[in-house]
């Protein structure tokens, strides 16, 4: 099992950054790759970032990428998501998830799941 806490959430004024922590126990954080999804009010789960167990390999959505990093300390068994020049659009749940075999846009290949933080991107 892995418990996953994110935390770091909050509410901002567009073009504002944020930077989102996940903080891993439970079994060994470096064997997992791990992602960052968001839902919003009404919407379905949308994947945004992922990164391989090393670090050394990252994929974005879209709509995200130029504006968010993801990165992980596996020291401290901890993954961050840096979001840069937020937009309205940008107000969801964010989740953090672990993946034990691949990296991966899609949210069914995620094993473990944290509680979730708010942001909020205002106009």
């Known amino acids: 099992q892995v418990q996953l806490v994110e935390s770091g959430g909050g509410l901002v004024q567009a073009g504002d950054s944020l930077r989102l922590s996940c903080a891993a126990s439970?079994?060994?954080?470096?064997?997992?790759?791990m992602g960052w999804f968001r839902q919003a009010p009404g919407k379905e789960r949308e994947f945004v970032a992922a990164v391989s167990w090393s670090g050394g390999s990252t994929y974005y959505a879209g709509s995200v990428k130029g504006r968010f990093t993801i990165s992980r300390d596996n020291a401290k068994s901890t993954v961050y998501l840096q979001m840069n020049s937020l937009k309205p659009e940008d107000t969801a749940v964010y989740y953090c998830a672990a993946n034990s075999k691949v990296v991966s846009g899609t949210s069914t290949q995620y094993d473990y799941w944290g509680q979730g933080t708010q942001v909020t991107v205002s106009s």
């Open positions: 439970g079994r060994t954080f470096s064997n997992y790759a």
